[in-house]
C-alpha cells in the first residue's frame, strides 16, 4: 500500500514539472487609443441643447452644435463611438452624478462652486456675458440702472448667480431655458436678458425673433467675478473618472495642434472663441 501511494505521488510531480514547463498563454493586449491610453468604447455625453451656437438641436432633431463638433472631432481622436443626449440644464450635474452619461458638453463654465460636484478638462472656449434690450434702449445695465426693471435670465447659469449676487434691487425672472427668456424679451414679459455672449450676438440677434433688438451696456468679463463667471468653459465628468479626463485633455490639446478646433470654430464665429 505505502508501495503504490510513492508512486502515485510522483507520477503527480512530473505532471506538475511538464505543466510548469509548458509554454503559458498569450494574452490578447486591448488596442491603446490617442496617447496610448486605453478609452472607452462608447462615451456617453450630455448637453442642454438649447444653447445655439454651441449646442442646438437641428430640424432634423440631432444635437449639433460648436461644442458638439468639438466633442466629435475629440471622440475620433480616441477613437470612441460618441453618443449624444439632451437634458434640461437644472439637473445636467445630477444626472452626469447618477451615471445618465459620462460627459457635460453643455457650454459650462468652470467655477469653483461646480468643481466641487465636477471635475472639468482644460479651457474649451471663453466668451464674455451680454446684456439684451429692445433696439434703441437707453436702459443702463448697472445695478442701480437696473433698480427695479424685469430681468431674465437661465436659471442655473452663471449669469443668473452673478445677478443674484450683484443685482438684487432687480426683478430677477427665472427660465428654464435661455429660449423662453428670450421669448419673454420678444412679447415684452422683461425688460432685458443677461445670458452668455455669443448666444446673444451669434444666436439670438442672428434670428428672426431677434430682428429689432440688440446688445446694450457693456460686456461682463468673467475677471467681474471669476468665482461666478469662471474662467472659461470646460466639459465635466465624474471625480474618479481620472483615465476619461485625461484622454479628453489629450484629443483636446491633439484638435487644437492639427487644425481640426480652428476648422469647426471658422464655420461658427469670425473671431477666435477661444479666448486669451
Do not use: H
Request: glycine letters at 8%.
Amino acid at each position: 500500500m505505502k508501495m503504490n501511494q510513492l508512486t502515485w505521488i510522483g507520477a503527480a510531480m512530473v505532471a506538475l514539472t511538464l505543466t510548469a514547463c509548458a509554454p503559458k498563454a498569450e494574452k490578447t493586449a486591448a488596442a491603446p487609443a490617442a496617447g496610448g491610453a486605453a478609452a472607452p468604447l462608447t462615451i456617453k455625453f450630455g448637453s442642454d441643447a438649447s444653447y445655439a451656437p454651441f449646442e442646438f438641436t437641428s430640424p432634423s432633431g440631432e444635437i449639433t452644435g460648436f461644442d458638439i463638433e468639438i466633442a466629435k472631432a475629440m471622440c475620433e481622436e480616441l477613437k470612441a463611438t460618441c453618443t449624444f443626449q439632451n437634458q434640461d440644464w437644472d439637473g445636467i450635474i445630477p444626472s452626469l452624478l447618477a451615471k445618465k452619461y459620462d460627459v457635460i458638453a453643455s457650454s459650462m463654465d468652470i467655477t469653483p462652486e461646480r468643481q466641487k460636484s465636477v471635475a472639468f478638462t482644460q479651457k474649451i472656449w471663453q466668451a464674455p456675458s451680454k446684456f439684451v434690450a429692445k433696439e434703441g434702449s437707453t436702459l443702463q445695465t448697472t445695478p442701480e440702472g437696473l433698480k427695479g426693471k424685469m430681468v431674465g435670465v437661465q436659471q442655473g447659469t452663471s449669469q443668473d448667480f452673478y445677478l443674484t449676487k450683484y443685482y438684487k434691487d432687480s426683478v430677477i425672472k427665472r427660465y428654464k431655458t435661455l429660449d423662453a427668456a428670450q421669448n419673454d424679451l420678444v412679447n415684452k414679459r422683461v425688460e432685458v436678458v443677461f445670458a452668455d455672449g455669443v448666444t446673444v450676438t451669434d444666436g439670438f440677434l442672428k434670428k428672426p425673433t431677434g430682428k429689432g433688438f440688440a446688445q446694450v451696456g457693456e460686456d461682463v468679463s468673467s475677471s467681474a467675478d471669476k468665482a461666478i463667471l469662471g474662467d472659461g468653459t470646460g466639459f465635466a465628468v465624474r471625480k474618479e473618472d481620472t483615465e476619461l479626463l485625461a484622454n479628453l485633455n489629450k484629443a483636446f490639446d491633439a484638435i487644437r495642434a492639427n487644425g481640426k478646433y480652428k476648422a469647426i470654430a471658422d464655420k461658427y464665429f469670425n473671431f477666435d472663441i477661444y479666448g486669451q
